[in-house]
C-alpha cells in the first residue's frame, strides 16, 4: 500500500487560512468515508483533528475543518496561529482492511 | 481521563525479538478497537497493526506480516505488539492509539507517547 500524498510543507501568516491536501486512489481516500487528519508537535505524540473526512473530535478548534472530493481529501486551517506550526498527517482506511497514512506535511507560520 | 502507555521498547539486535505493551485507562477498554502506528527517526507515521475489540480479528501491514502479531488482553486493560525477525528497518517510536468501537482500527485517538525500538548490533 502506497503513502497518500501530500505536500512536504506549507506556509502562511498569522490570520491566514492554509488548505493541506491529500491524495490517494479509488482504493484508499476516494472510497473511504474514513479519513482522519492528525496534528503533530515536535517530540509529541499525535493529536486528532477530524475524523471521518470533516468531523471534529471534542476540544479540537473549529478553525480546522476537513473534506473530500474524489480521491483527495483536504484540512484547512482558518486564523492561523502561532501554535499551529506542526506537521500535519492525513490517513484513510483502505479496501484491503488495513490504514494508510500520508507522508506529513510540515506547516510554517 | 482516557489515557494509553506504552512500555517495552529497547535496544535489540538484529534478527531478535521484543515485545511491546499498552496499558489502557480512563474507558471500557473490551468495547474499542486498539492500533499500533510507528514512526521512524525523522520519518512519516507508518500504521503497523490493528485489532478489533473482542479481539476476534487482527490486521497486518505488509512490512511486518509474518513477523509482528497483536493481541490483546480485555481482563487486563492491555494491548501487545509481538516482534521477531527485526531488522534496523523496524528501528522506530511506537505509538499505541485507542481505536473507535468494535472494529474501528481506522481511527486513533488518544496516542500514547510511545516507546522506542532500537534495532542494532
Known amino acids: 500500500q502506497s503513502a497518500l500524498t501530500q505536500p512536504a510543507s506549507v506556509s502562511g501568516s498569522p490570520g491566514q487560512s492554509i488548505t493541506i491536501s491529500c491524495t490517494g486512489t479509488?482504493?484508499?481516500?476516494?472510497?473511504?468515508?474514513?479519513v482522519s487528519w492528525y496534528q503533530q508537535h515536535p517530540d509529541k505524540a499525535p493529536k486528532l483533528l477530524i475524523y471521518d473526512i470533516f468531523n471534529r473530535p471534542p476540544g479540537v478548534s473549529n478553525r480546522f475543518s476537513g473534506s473530500k472530493s474524489g480521491n483527495t481529501a483536504s484540512l484547512t486551517i482558518s486564523g492561523l496561529q502561532d501554535e499551529d506550526e506542526a506537521d500535519y498527517y492525513c490517513s484513510s482506511y483502505t479496501s484491503t482492511l488495513t490504514v494508510v497514512f500520508g507522508g506529513g506535511t510540515r506547516l510554517t507560520v | 481521563e482516557v489515557q494509553v502507555v506504552e512500555s517495552g521498547g529497547g535496544l535489540v539486535q538484529p534478527g531478535g525479538s521484543l515485545r511491546l505493551s499498552c496499558a489502557a485507562s480512563?474507558?471500557?477498554?473490551?468495547?474499542?478497537?486498539m492500533t499500533w502506528v510507528r514512526q521512524a527517526p525523522g520519518k512519516a507515521l507508518e500504521w503497523v497493526s490493528g485489532i478489533r475489540a473482542n479481539g476476534g480479528s487482527t490486521y497486518l501491514a505488509d512490512s511486518v506480516k509474518g513477523r509482528f502479531t497483536i493481541s490483546r488482553d480485555n481482563s487486563k486493560n492491555t494491548l501487545y505488539l509481538q516482534m521477531k525477525s527485526l531488522t534496523a528497518e523496524d528501528t522506530a517510536i511506537y505509538y499505541c492509539a485507542k481505536g473507535g468501537p468494535d472494529i474501528a482500527i481506522w481511527v486513533f485517538d488518544p496516542w500514547g507517547p510511545g516507546t522506542l525500538v532500537t534495532v542494532s548490533s
Open positions: 480512563g474507558f471500557n477498554f473490551s468495547d474499542y478497537a
Open positions: 479509488s482504493s484508499d481516500v476516494g472510497g473511504s468515508h474514513f
